[in-house]
């Protein structure tokens, strides 16, 4: 794989992408769950098209958005958890105001959603094992991916980090064996996932991971010493999510990228020390 | 360049020597006509809100762009600290210009150099592609150190001007910046120059500081505001600089809607501009570009031009 582009350029396309339909649309929330401190929330998407695992999508809440003190603004970036018969389903964690509208929601209310957006994981070679290594609200976009795995039948093991218990109830999510460390060590293996990760990865492994920034450093650390791919979905602030504002931009080998359009899933060995 | 197939919108203008099929532009910097390809497929080209494609701003040498983070959210608006990233002038041209020629709509370069030379150079080089039909000079980024001065001196822009006209009878439409004690006497030392048209407003200068360390948030230490949080200081901007020159203008600021539009229109602008409200709906200009018709209709305020017209009128009286 050879880019050679200047800094903060399109590189070539890096992995799957679907195509979003142009604009956005609005859509019914169909459901809302609560699992541990995050809100599972549906909405139902029949005219837009199946997204691949990794990619995201733009969602805003059709009102109250903007309400009091103008904030929110901008549309949210979420990857897309699990997708279904024209169902789609977000993993939210209240973190601001936009996070906060947005696990308001309840059946019959209306979102604005523009999407599937950037390109999603790409397959892990034949014969291989993929390893997914979760962390926190970062599980959402292996959920989809291991139903996918699992559906074309290939071998997976999925590896997920916790705060503490309440959180670890992400974990459900996964229909397959899940091995989960909590920080506090109240439910799972008291740890950091990045432990797990030692611990299983295996010659012929694949990594697929997501988590927070000091998470992914430890998983690229570990993929670079023990000589394994891995490909990390991160995550930066986005205006836009279609590489218009140019803003989500994070630093790689290549110079800065822009999540939006060439990621959010970035090759592990397209990052260097101090990304984060 | 490919031109839309001739269809009445009953918006059309004449821009600067630019036969457009409406009134609704979008601001550089707020539209990657590439990328959005990339993302929504050949819907992003064949249904182009735009009537005319403004470009991301090409400087002489590439550019990496400010250090990350480069976004803030404000109440009803966006700080942005981009830093101009583009891929130089020779970049563009073999690059991006192919691809963006291949617009339904003239194509507006944007160019933006650090010194008088740089822009002789760029404004020498662009225009000579027949692919493009407008240039756009961006004297006003106010995330560039250097890249302020021009746009807020007005013996800077005569200067420009002097460099640039005689390079080329394209239109030069010039970019204003907010950030001056008064917008009036850059903008009248662009028209006496020789400039085609203005745009404006460029971002308002603005920080945010970080709820965690209490230092500024953005990489670059300052940005610039933008979206509706910054309307009302833009139509001002416009109906000031409309009153001082004969210039035709393209209006910018927190466009979000039809009426936002006609309320530029009506402070002098014969074009504006969506930018911010992009990022919030990629077929922003497009509803924009509706709901102006329907504005115009239900007002009486007849077509575009004539409402533009009727505001200069009004405000050269005053």
Known sequence: ?276 | MTLAPPRSTGLEVDFAGLRLAHPVLNGSGTWDAIAAIRTFGAAAREELPFAAFVSKTITLAPRGGNPPPRLWETPAGLINSIGLPNKGLEGFLAHDLPELAGLPVPLIVSVAGFSLEEFGTLVEAVAARPEVAALELNVSCPNVKSGCVIGSEREEMAALMRCVRGLTSKPLIVKLTPNVSDVAPVAVAAEEGGADALSLINTLRATAISPRSGEPWLGAGQGGLSGPAVRAVALALTAQVAARTRLPIVGMGGIQTGRDALDFIQAGASCVAVGTESFRDPGAAARVRRELGQELHARGAGSPPQATSLARERLHRA
């Open chain 1, 1 to 276: 794989m050879s880019v050679e582009l200047e800094p903060g350029l399109s590189a070539p396309e890096q992995g799957p992408r679907t195509l979003a339909p142009f604009g956005r649309r609005l859509c019914r929330v169909v459901a809302n769950e609560r699992i541990g401190p995050y809100d599972l929330v549906a909405v139902e998407d029949e005219s837009g098209p199946a997204p691949l695992a990794g990619q995201f999508y733009m969602l805003a809440a059709a009102r109250a958005w903007g309400g009091d003190g103008g904030r929110p603004h901008l549309g949210r970036a979420f990857s897309v958890c699990r997708a279904r018969d024209g169902r789609l389903e977000f993993l939210l964690e209240a973190i601001g105001p936009g996070t906060e509208r947005l696990g308001h929601m309840a059946p019959g209310d209306d979102a604005w959603l523009v999407g599937p957006l950037g390109i999603g994981f790409r397959d892990p070679a034949p014969g291989g094992r993929a390893l997914l290594v979760g962390g926190g609200i970062g599980v959402a976009p292996l959920v989809i991916w291991a139903d996918a795995l699992q559906a074309r039948g290939m071998p997976a093991l999925t590896l997920l980090g916790f705060r503490s218990a309440p959180y670890a109830e992400a974990a459900r999510l996964f229909e397959g064996e899940t091995a989960v460390a909590t920080d506090d060590g109240s439910t799972g293996r008291q740890g950091l996932v990045t432990d797990l990760l030692e611990e299983r990865l295996a010659p012929g492994d694949e990594v697929f991971a997501c988590g927070p920034p000091p998470m992914l450093e430890a998983v690229r650390r570990i993929c670079a010493a023990r000589a394994v791919p891995g490909q990390l979905a991160l995550e930066a602030g986005m205006a836009c999510g279609f590489g218009a504002c140019f803003g989500c931009v994070v630093r790689t080998r290549h110079g800065y990228r822009r999540l939006c359009v060439d990621g959010p899933v970035v090759a592990a060995a397209d990052l260097e020390e101090g990304w984060e």
